[in-house]
């Protein structure tokens, strides 16, 4: 079967449109759990806009198709979207939102189409509240039939459609948890005490494989499954398809479980509701799940999984330890490679972004313990290091020549996950690309050396790391940090580091993880982001006024010494360099040493010598 051009796609769906009187209809990125990564039958935007990136909505209109992104997309988006598509900032000031733009496009009582299945109820909230000044009417698809979804099955003699997977669950032991599901079950169940509440709807896919201890693949480099769960004081109820769970898996459920069908969790909600039962649900959740539940029998708060999934407990925390120095054999062994293959070899022909990067995954893949790559490989050298979540495909990709080389990427293990970036130079830099790698590493340190009291959150500190590029005019489209799940998803809630506001922002507290991934990007030219993987941890200071936290860096990999400028760096980061390098010879020189790859070791000796 062939592909069906993007503009029929669109057609098509403006029929469907037509015929429930709809003016537009939003396409989001999310999943029914509203995730951020979504199995193959779950990109729908990406199969009606042609855009593939992890993040944007798209609204069509009877006139008009326009797609929401954020800065690490635009210029991706400009490169995937036919011509008649529109592509709109996300979160920039001055630049309207979805509401804002639908509120002054729109005529009065015009009706706008969305799967209630695909927004969460805090978003819903938001937008009807904006759109109401127009009495514009948000109409949730009929019967639950995504619109999307019938324009696929009109195609389905051109273009196969895809199936949900069903991939095997499998537990994850004690020894990489730190704690028994029956234990976490506990506290949830003492927190809806608290509430008086008799149920509790879990619909995020990472916060139920955390609470179960329970791990899948039906996600591409996310370790989750399909699923929802009900938690009440005296079972839980996992609503998933059955046929993943094999009889060995089913007797390490924790105790009173029952397995219900994936999708029979909107009526028993609804029969809950009924008996006047009082049903907590997260307003992260689907406006669907929210639908089953009348007003009156409704708690509406973020669940408690959130945050206690943040904080690693000692286990987790060494696991990502111990899964992050094995991630650094890996990925020195590679950089050894390319600068043999590059620079020694003057090898230009032969190497290709994607062709390199499956040599980088086949040195994770070497790895005790390792499952997956945690994301799709971010293999980019001069200008398509501007894009700045860029994807190597295997068939077009660019010639690996000398220049500038990034490279983003990172492994799932059963002790942990990964997330790791590097640029690298193989050639003469210019002052210039030198310059802008010091700033870029200048506010890296800073953010790693920075102390602060336990009441601060990432929108406090996101300005630490651009000081050094904010003083000569330059920036970032990105935040600078985010969580990192513990052998779960490679982005994790809530903590961050971003200049972006947000209601209620989490403070950051010790055991949570993040990356600090600071950079410059110029189009056309190349990109820079260096990107440690960091522990909030408890630290002491010199008159220790109170509980000061600060981080652990536990990616342990060497930055570029050809595009550090020394003279820019400060005595106190210097020595931060250095002794994060002599961390590095302790820590990962023996392992390397092991393998018996002379020219890794060789490579690793030279990069970690005290600058």
């Not at 994060?580 to 490579?603: R, V």
């Amino acid at each position: 079967m062939g592909k069906v051009a993007i503009s029929r796609k669109v057609e098509k769906l403006r029929t469907f449109m037509k015929d429930q009187t709809l003016s537009a209809y939003i396409v989001p990125s999310e999943d029914a759990h509203q995730s951020e990564y979504i199995c193959v039958k779950d990109k729908r935007r990406e199969y009606i806009s042609g855009f593939s990136g992890s993040a944007g909505c798209a609204v069509i209109t009877l006139d008009n198709q326009l797609l929401w992104t954020d800065g690490r997309y635009w210029l991706q988006a400009e490169k995937e979207l036919e011509s008649n598509w529109k592509i709109m900032k996300d979160r920039v000031a001055g630049e309207p939102t979805i509401q804002d733009w639908l509120l002054s496009n729109l005529n009065k009582e015009n009706k706008v189409g969305i799967d209630s299945r695909l927004i969460s109820k805090g978003y819903y909230d938001s937008m009807k509240s904006i759109l109401k000044e127009k009495s514009i009417d948000i109409k949730f698809d009929e019967d639950g039939e995504n619109l999307v979804d019938k324009v696929r099955e009109s195609f389905k003699d051109e273009e196969e459609i895809p199936e949900y997977p069903k991939n095997s669950i499998f537990f994850l032991e004690d020894k990489f948890t730190g704690k028994q599901s029956n234990d976490k079950l506990k506290e949830i169940r003492e927190e809806m005490k608290k509430q008086s509440a008799d149920l509790m709807v879990v619909s995020a896919l990472d916060e139920i494989a955390w609470l179960l201890n329970l791990r899948g693949s039906d996600i591409s480099f996310n370790p989750v499954f399909l699923s929802y769960v009900v938690i009440e004081q005296r079972k839980v109820t996992l609503f998933v398809d059955q046929s993943k769970l094999n009889d060995k898996t089913k007797s390490q459920l924790p105790s009173g479980i029952t397995i219900s069908p994936y999708n029979s969790v909107f009526e028993y909600l609804r029969t809950s509701d009924k008996q006047g039962k009082k049903i907590w649900i997260d307003p992260r959740s689907s406006v669907a799940l929210y639908n089953c539940v009348s007003v009156v029998n409704l708690l509406e708060k973020i669940n408690p999984i959130l945050l206690s999934k943040a904080i690693k407990n000692e286990t987790e925390i060494q696991g990502m330890k111990n899964a992050h120095i094995r991630d650094a054999v890996a990925l020195i062994q590679f950089l050894a490679w390319m600068e043999e293959e590059i620079v020694e070899k003057g090898d230009e022909t032969s190497h290709t972004e994607y062709s390199v990067s499956e040599k980088l995954e086949s040195y994770r893949r070497q790895q005790v313990d390792f499952v997956s790559l945690s994301f799709d490989t971010i293999s980019s050298i001069n200008a398509n290091g501007a894009i700045i979540h860029y994807k190597p495909d295997q068939n077009t990709s660019a010639t690996i020549v000398k220049g500038m080389y990034l490279v983003d990427s990172g492994g799932q293990y059963l002790d942990g996950t990964t997330d790791v970036t590097r640029t690298l130079h193989y050639g003469k830099p210019t002052q210039h690309e030198i310059d802008c790698y010091t700033r870029v590493l200048r506010g890296h340190v800073g953010l790693s050396l920075l102390k602060f009291p336990n009441r601060i959150n990432g929108r406090d500190i996101d300005c630490v790391a651009r000081t050094h590029l904010w003083s000569v005019g330059l920036d970032y489209a990105h935040g600078t940090g985010h969580g990192v799940g513990s052998f779960l998803n490679v982005h994790e809630g809530p903590q961050g580091i971003s200049y972006r506001a947000i209601a209620n922002p989490t403070n950051l507290q010790a055991g949570m993880t993040l990356t600090n991934e600071p950079g410059y990007y110029e189009s056309g030219n190349f990109g820079i982001r260096i990107e440690n993987v960091m522990i909030v941890a408890p630290v002491t200071t010199q008159f220790n006024n109170g509980k000061y936290i600060g981080f652990d860096n536990i990616t342990l990999v060497p930055y570029e010494r050809k595009l550090i400028n020394l003279e820019m760096l400060t005595k106190d980061e210097i020595n931060f360099i250095n002794d994060y390098y002599k961390e590095i010879g302790e820590k990962i020189l023996p392992l390397i040493e092991k393998t018996n790859n002379q020219k890794a070791i060789d490579w690793l000796k030279n990069q970690i010598k005290p600058l």
